[in-house]
């Protein structure tokens, strides 16, 4: 036990001398994710409020084919445009992002009272635009609606008889829980502050030691192994945790500076948020620690640490990617996943959710024995003779 | 005294150790020759418990390895092949830490390194980071924080390894010092000036097996040679690996 002190001091003292370690725990790790998030969220809250305000510009070929839809769309807010000589080729060159074509046919159709054909040219996989198609359909839905209603009511018939069903849209999410589909990968930015955190020690304890040749000296030391190795976990855990902790704070403080009140949402990121986050990520942080002394014990030399720990540093991803890709309902199990049971407390935590204790402690415990589980793994990979032998 | 008993020692097809017997005794060096590639760091790898043994058995001052290998640890100095520093720590750091992994308390540790440094002659770098150190100093600093539990007996890998004509002098110096107080030193070299100049006692390693154990003189008596270098030649049976 002593020598597990003796060894955890001389890692963080000898640690935290080092300049750019320092720099990437206790700054470039915490901070920069928050950072770039609150960045990327606030640009595109801004930009979906822009969208709604401003004019909507549509470059429309054939504008004089249909003067009084074209009036009714200017009156509407659309800023017409000229079209490109070649609308498809524009869209898929991305040089607009749609283009209103009226046919020729259009005021002969009009007048006869067939169906007047107009067409939207578009490109779906351009997220960009979609706001602005669905602005554009909104508004020619309306106009269809509201001539084909003054035909009706021109013939003597209700505009109603068309109009057998009504939906009115009654939308259960919460401002909190909007705001969460927003932040669905703020859970992966405080694991990845954690994985950071601890990334320079776990090489330099196990990999560097043995590139500078200090590994055998210190094996020869009448202290178990088990010892040795408790120190330098709880050194590289400790720089992984204080990560974490300034990555919620971070996040606490720039979560403020977020305009999501203007749309509706809400955030909680109070102090029974940073608590309840800082337990469910406690053992993660032990976890992620062990499995990256593990990784980086297997390396012969600093920068084939640094490779396995590159690649370690994609399966937090992995729960982050399967949860935006199959939104499944939470449900019980996952909080029991590691990895996934952070995710999806941090995120109920996060919408202002309701999570039972019991659901925290699966998370703890499950991920605690996992943390366990990967030490005595990382105890008995220690212990090999192979281990200590530099050359 | 260090003893080693019919050790053995294989990775995988090689065999690296075969069958090596020796005894090193207190107030004597002994010094263990060999060609590159001889054994000689694994054998000493497994005096000082950082492997084991396929078979045969280490004791050190009659103390099992195999049965209580931290009591061995205790008794052992070791400046092993690997003697890298820690160089954001200083000198002093580096050795207190060993100290304090060898759970000396507060008073005897400063004592202690104080008086390793002045016998070391390094008062002038002990309050340095060790980074930029020159190899003697270097090795100035793995010595004193191997011997900074003060043990009787005393293993050296190819200590002058690696060091000038000064600090290979000085490197000499001192292990006699070690001898004078009484220890059991045990080096590794490939340089016979080196072996016999100092040593007491003799054992030559070649292919993993001793070939030979006697005194300098004897060495050289008992193959009719007239120097020291054609008694190794003829009892290694090659000039291979031999440096002069």
Known sequence: MRAALTV????????????????????????????????????????????????????????????????????????????????????????VDLV???????????????????????????????????????LLDAYAQQTGALRLVARGVSPNVTRPLVVAERDQSTAQARSGTLFGMLPYFFILGVFIGGMALAIDTTAGERERQSLEPLLVNPVGRGGILAGKLGATAAFAFTSLVLSIVAFSIAGRFLPTAKLGMSLELGASFALATLFVMLPL????????????????????????????????????????????????????????????????????????????????????????LACLVTAWVYRSERLAISA | MIEARDLHKAFGAVTAVDGVSFVARDGEITGLLGPNGAGKTTTLRMLYTLMRPDRGEVLVDGIDAAGDAAAVRRRLGVLPDARGLYKRLTAYENIEYFARLQDIDADTRRRRI?????????????????????????????????????????????????????????????????????????????????????????????????????????????????????AFVKIIGSEEGLAA
């Open chain 1, 8 to 95: 955890f001091w001389k890692e963080v003292r000898e640690n935290l001398r080092d300049r750019r370690t320092v720099i990437n725990t206790l700054l470039t790790g915490p901070l920069l994710a928050p950072l770039m998030f609150v960045l990327i969220i606030n640009a595109a809250i801004t930009r979906e409020l822009d969208k709604a305000d401003k004019p909507l510009p549509v470059p429309v070929a054939g504008a004089a084919n249909a003067p009084n839809l074209v009036a009714a769309l200017r009156r509407a807010g659309v800023e017409i445009k000229d079209a490109p000589a070649d609308p498809e080729r524009a869209v898929r060159e991305q040089d």
């Open chain 1, 100 to 138: 209103l074509r009226i046919p020729a046919g259009y005021a002969e159709a009009w007048a006869k009272g067939d169906p007047a054909q107009v067409e939207l040219v578009y490109d779906q996989s351009q997220r960009d635009a979609q706001g602005s198609v669905a602005r554009l359909h909104g």
């Open chain 1, 285 to 372: 942080v032990v976890m992620l620690a062990s499995l990256q002394t593990l990784a980086a014990a297997f390396a012969k030399s600093f920068r084939e640490a640094q490779t396995y720990l590159s690649l370690l540093m994609f399966v937090p991803v992995i729960p982050t990617l399967l949860l935006s890709l199959f939104p499944l309902k939470t449900q019980s199990w996952m909080y029991a996943v590691p990895l996934m049971g952070q995710q999806v407390s941090i995120m109920r935590l996060l919408r202002g959710d309701p999570i039972a204790p019991y659901q925290l402690g699966l998370c703890f415990g499950a991920t605690a024995l996992a943390a366990l």
């Open chain 2, 114 to 230: 104080d008086a390793l440094v002045a016998a070391l002659d390094m008062r002038d770098i002990v309050d340095r980071r060790t980074e930029g150190f020159s190899q003697g100093q270097r090795v100035k600093t793995a010595i004193a924080r191997a011997l900074v539990h003060d043990p009787r007996n005393v293993i050296l890998d190819e200590p002058t390894n690696g060091l000038d004509v000064m600090a290979t002098r000085a490197m000499r110096t001192f292990m006699l010092r070690l001898k004078q107080e009484g220890r059991c030193v045990l080096f590794s070299s490939h340089i016979m000036q080196e072996v016999g100049a100092l040593c007491d006692r003799i054992v030559v390693i070649a292919r993993g097996r001793v070939v030979a154990d006697a005194a300098p003189e004897a060495l050289r008596e008992q193959t009719g040679a007239a120097t020291l270098e054609d």
